[in-house]
């Protein structure tokens, strides 16, 4: 069987030299972003990631879960969410549950698990659980998470269990990097082509968003996409547009109208919270008429960056 050679790292690891990480062979990273409600080191991720997709590896994320209640799950998944939304990532968003100090039962902490994924599923990203193999058979009801692809940690000489990452060693070596790191073998490739968004012909519509690369400014960007640099600061919400990030995900195109013979039509690009029902009150459309235009399967199933016509 191929394997593809990955690692997961957080702020232990301190810095790191990506371009070396790469030539050792290391095809995929999951960054450490978030914890709970809140962390401290979010700022690594926020460093880290971009850096990692210039290097040409596939990088995905994970939260470190505290939750035992499916009100705190979401919770922590819309902070989740609101902290990788900017990146360009292409490989899977996962949920790290390893463990249960407030002692929820099994459905309970399944439950609120299944909100998680639910979650990160609808912002349009590929959603995973990462856990122990013991805590997976022991705590959680597995038959109710099949749905989602599955990163095992056991160090040992055999997986033991059907998985499709494994993470087999935590205490491995890898260049660029200065201390022990996780290593992991995926059995099947994550590259998510939906969520890898890549700058396209300017005149082509269907194009909404770009990944900032090295010596990009909104300048070369807005002329690039016939837009102007004002118009790329509001759709962002950039406070200085002198400073853009490597690996920054930057709408290029926002709400437009489209004149035609039987009137206008309005685009609306999804933002975080955002509801077919909520575009309904904004635009004066109907659900109905929203499901047709975009030929929605699921009225209550959008994506974050996914463009509707709302008119």
Avoid: C
């Amino acid at each position: 069987m191929t394997t593809i050679k990955g690692i997961d790292v957080s702020h232990w690891q301190g810095v790191i030299i990506w371009d070396k990480v790469a030539k050792d062979g290391v095809k995929f990273v999951f960054i450490k972003a978030t914890e709970g409600t809140s962390y401290s080191k979010l700022s690594y991720f926020k460093d880290n990631a971009p850096k990692a997709l210039v290097a040409g590896l596939k990088v995905g994320a994970y939260h470190y879960a505290k939750f035992a209640t499916v009100a705190e799950a979401k919770a922590e998944a819309a902070y989740f969410l609101g902290s990788i939304r900017s990146f360009g990532l292409n490989y899977p968003a996962v949920l790290d549950l390893e463990e249960n100090k407030k002692g929820a039962n099994k459905k309970i902490l399944t439950d609120a698990a299944l909100a998680f994924l639910e979650a990160i599923e609808d912002a349009g990203h590929t959603a995973m659980l990462y856990t122990f193999k013991s805590f997976l058979e022991k705590q959680l009801d597995e038959s109710r998470l099949k749905k989602y692809p599955l990163w095992i940690a056991r160090y040992n000489s055999t997986l033991g269990r059907s998985a499709d990452i494994w993470q087999h060693s935590e205490a491995g070596k890898v260049n660029g990097i200065s201390t022990k790191v996780d290593l992991n073998l995926a059995y099947r490739d994550f590259t998510n082509t939906e969520n890898i968004v890549k700058p396209s012909n300017p005149s082509d519509n269907t194009s909404t968003s770009y990944i900032v690369k090295k010596n990009d400014t909104l300048s070369l960007i807005a002329k690039k996409y016939n837009t102007t640099v004002k118009s790329l600061v509001s759709l962002n919400g950039i406070k200085n547009p002198d400073i853009i990030n490597i690996g920054m995900k930057l709408k290029v195109t926002g709400s437009t109208t489209t004149s035609t013979t039987n009137g206008t039509k309005k685009y609306h690009i999804v933002k975080g919270g955002d509801t077919v029902s909520a575009l309904v009150k904004k635009y004066g459309s109907s659900a109905s008429q929203i499901k047709t235009w975009n030929s929605l399967k699921n009225i209550d199933k959008i994506y974050v960056g996914q463009k509707l016509r709302v008119k």
